[in-house]
């Protein structure tokens, strides 16, 4: 019999830092500390996190990085087929709707890639996707308007990206400061880690799957 997994069972609030001063895009993560590290959820059921990975807000929009390191093959990267590619994929709800079963325009998915994008695919890789099953889709988003930078080793990567404000649909920190948020990286070495629940209850899907972000000074 499949047991639930622990963190279905709860209603997660994690706090996203504030940065006025925000941090540099270069993929060395240099401007990153131990303040603005998500809480590795995972650990309640016993798993250790394969990588790290941080998030931020100001006015300008949302920052998150991650590096996965101790690889022991390059990352295959895809943007046609992102969901089989090694990523770091990220969910936003401007409302924080938890008790939707649906997105609404209000929801967004992206995924962050270290390489695939440029004419030779060495270049890293970022947009928007539609949410399967929305009941109603976000206004789309124009190629290139999330910026991301990488470092790519024999042995792993780093990667660090801006969102804009404006490709938040509803970004509104003073009237709305919960939004909901969810991550999870895939990697061909180590697998998925993410935030709450796996693609067994459907978190591509379900936003109230997702845990709510405070967006706090």
Same mark, same amino acid.
């Given at each position: 019999?499949?047991?639930?997994?622990?963190?279905?069972?709860?209603?997660?609030?994690?706090?996203?830092?504030?940065?006025?001063?925000?941090?540099?895009?270069?993929?060395?993560?240099?401007?990153?500390? !131990? +303040?603005?590290?998500?809480?590795?959820?995972?650990? /309640?059921?016993?798993?250790?996190?394969? %990588? #790290?990975?941080? =998030?931020?807000?100001?006015?300008?929009?949302?920052?998150?990085?991650?590096?996965?390191?101790?690889?022991?093959?390059?990352?295959?990267?895809?943007?046609?087929?992102?969901?089989?590619?090694?990523?770091?994929?990220?969910?936003?709800?401007?409302?924080?709707?938890?008790?939707?079963?649906?997105?609404?325009?209000?929801?967004?998915?992206?995924?962050?890639?270290?390489?695939?994008?440029?004419?030779? !695919? +060495?270049?890293?890789?970022?947009?928007?996707?539609? /949410?399967?099953?929305?009941?109603?889709? %976000? #206004?789309?988003? =124009?190629?290139?308007?999330?910026?991301?930078?990488?470092?790519?080793?024999?042995?792993?990567?780093?990667?660090?990206?801006?969102?804009?404000?404006?490709?938040?649909?509803?970004?509104?920190?003073?009237?709305?400061?919960?939004?909901?948020?969810?991550?999870?990286?895939?990697?061909?070495?180590?697998?998925?880690?993410?935030?709450?629940?796996?693609?067994?209850?459907?978190?591509?899907?379900?936003?109230?799957?997702?845990?709510?972000?405070?967006?706090?000074?």
């Amino acid at each position: 019999m499949k047991l639930v997994p622990t963190r279905f069972l709860f209603d997660f609030e994690i706090r996203l830092h504030y940065r006025a001063r925000a941090p540099r895009i270069t993929g060395k993560l240099a401007d990153w500390s !131990g +303040d603005f590290l998500l809480p590795p959820l995972c650990r /309640i059921e016993g798993f250790e996190p394969f %990588a #790290p990975v941080y =998030a931020c807000w100001n006015e300008e929009g949302l920052y998150v990085a991650t590096e996965v390191l101790n690889k022991s093959q390059p990352p295959h990267c895809e943007p046609q087929y992102y969901w089989q590619s090694d990523c770091l994929r990220i969910c936003t709800d401007m409302r924080d709707t938890r008790t939707n079963k649906r997105a609404s325009r209000h929801c967004r998915q992206f995924y962050f890639m270290p390489t695939g994008g440029g004419a030779g !695919g +060495d270049e890293p890789a970022a947009a928007s996707v539609k /949410i399967a099953r929305a009941r109603e889709d %976000a #206004p789309p988003v =124009a190629p290139d308007t999330i910026r991301i930078a990488s470092q790519v080793a024999r042995n792993g990567y780093r990667l660090e990206a801006h969102i804009p404000a404006d490709v938040l649909f509803g970004f509104d920190p003073d009237e709305h400061g919960r939004i909901g948020f969810y991550y999870i990286i895939e990697d061909r070495d180590y697998g998925q880690q993410c935030l709450t629940v796996g693609n067994d209850l459907y978190w591509h899907v379900d936003p109230s799957t997702w845990a709510t972000a405070v967006l706090s000074k």
